[in-house]
Nanobody, 118 residues
Framework: QVQLVESGGGLVQPGGSLRLSCAAS????????MAWYRQAPGKQREFVAA???????NYADSVKGRFTISRDNAKNTGYLQMNSLKPEDTAVYYC????????????WGQGTQVTVSS
């Protein structure tokens, strides 16, 4: 059974930085897509950033130039470096990955809270 576990969330002042991690564990043969989504109170979950096994990346316009997604394939771990944080970045951040065990399927983590406030 595959699990995705996020960590690294917390409270940070505007302009500060946080680094989120997403560790995948279980009987994993391959991960071809890892992404981050976020959900603010009263809003729908939205896409933040994604990276493929070929190291291509994609970002929401709202985070371009401030957030960087990366992954360590040897550790089955993804990261989201968040700089120049703004109050509007406050949300629960979720990791999503497309993983091959005996077949390909999507998995989600439980989420980690990021709060940007002075």
């Amino acid at each position: 059974q595959v699990q995705l576990v996020e960590s690294g969330g917390g409270l940070v002042q505007p302009g500060g930085s946080l680094r989120l991690s997403c560790a995948a564990s279980g009987s994993i043969f391959s991960i071809n897509y890892m992404a981050w989504y976020r959900q603010a109170p009263g809003k729908q979950r939205e896409f933040v950033a994604a990276t493929t096994s070929g190291d291509s990346t994609n970002y929401a316009d709202s985070v371009k130039g401030r957030f960087t997604i990366s992954r360590d394939n040897a550790k089955n771990t993804g990261y989201l470096q968040m700089n120049s944080l703004k109050p509007e970045d406050t949300a629960v951040y979720y990791c999503n990955a497309h993983i091959l065990t005996t077949y390909w399927r999507d998995y989600w983590g439980q989420g980690t809270q990021v709060t940007v406030s002075s």
